[in-house]
């Protein structure tokens, strides 16, 4: 059975950095895209990054220049590097795949989330 199973998560001061994990169960991510998404309270969910299967990367603009997606496929592992935090980046975080490789959009898989909390 497909799993995306998240971790990283947790508390941090503004301006801190954490790192969340997305790895897959069940499953090779190779071929997939891989995002991840974010839900704050009160708030409608939205995507921050992708990365296709070939590498290509995406990331909503208010985290450019702050967040970093990359994938590890021997590890079969995509990471989100989250760097200069604000306490606006404060959600649960979603790990998705989709298999078309090349899109994020409207993904059929999903993981549990992570809840990321940037505060002083």
């Known amino acids: 059975q497909l799993q995306l199973v998240e971790s990283g998560g947790g508390l941090v001061q503004p301006g801190g950095s954490l790192r969340l994990s997305c790895a897959g169960s069940?499953?090779?991510?190779?071929?997939?895209?891989i995002g991840w998404f974010r839900q704050a309270p009160g708030k409608e969910r939205e995507g921050v990054s992708c990365?296709?299967?070939?590498?290509?990367?995406a990331y909503v603009d208010s985290v450019k220049g702050r967040f970093t997606i990359s994938r590890d496929n021997a590890k079969n592992t995509v990471y989100l590097q989250m760097d200069s935090l604000k306490p606006e980046d404060t959600a649960v975080y979603y790990c998705?795949?989709?298999?078309?490789?090349?899109?994020?959009?409207?993904?059929?898989?999903w993981g549990q989330g992570t809840q990321v909390t940037v505060s002083s």
């Open positions: 998705i795949a989709h298999p078309s490789g090349s899109t994020c959009s409207s993904p059929p898989y």
């Open positions: 069940g499953f090779t991510l190779d071929y997939y895209a």
């Open positions: 990365i296709t299967s070939i590498g290509s990367t």
